[in-house]
């Protein structure tokens, strides 16, 4: 089992900076494949950024060069994601979602069913 617990959140003015964090801990020996979702109130859930078990990234087109998902180098269980100038729009609960790790035992597991965290709220108003 994997547990995932999002923190980083808060309420900031629009042009601040945040950086969310997202920490695995269970039986997994390093996170591969994982994404950022959020959901505003009444919206679905989006997909933000992710990055793959090969570092290669992806980002809604809403927060290209804005945001960035970077590994804790020192800490494998550990995602952030960076996000800069931050507008109203940037509103949300985000979510952080791992659909591949490396296990305890030495191997690798892409899971068909993600793990996911219970979230943490950005509010951008100001």
């Known amino acids: 089992q994997v547990r995932l617990v999002e923190s980083g959140g808060g309420s900031v003015q629009p042009g601040a900076s945040r950086r969310l964090s997202c920490v695995a801990s269970g039986s997994i020996a390093g996170i591969g494949a994982v994404a950022w979702y959020r959901q505003a109130p009444g919206n679905g859930r989006e997909l933000v950024a992710s990055?793959?078990?090969?570092?290669?990234?992806?980002y809604a087109d809403s927060v290209k060069g804005r945001f960035a998902i970077a590994r804790d180098n020192a800490n494998k269980n550990t995602v952030y994601l960076q996000m800069n100038n931050l507008l109203p729009g940037d509103t949300a609960v985000y979510y952080c979602?791992?659909?591949?790790?490396?296990?305890?035992?030495?191997?690798?597991?892409?899971?068909?069913?993600?793990?996911w965290g219970q979230g943490t709220q950005v509010t951008v108003s100001g």
């Open positions: 990055i793959t078990r090969d570092d290669a990234t992806t």
């Open positions: 979602s791992v659909r591949s790790y490396a296990t305890p035992w030495g191997g690798h597991r892409t899971t068909t069913n993600p793990y």
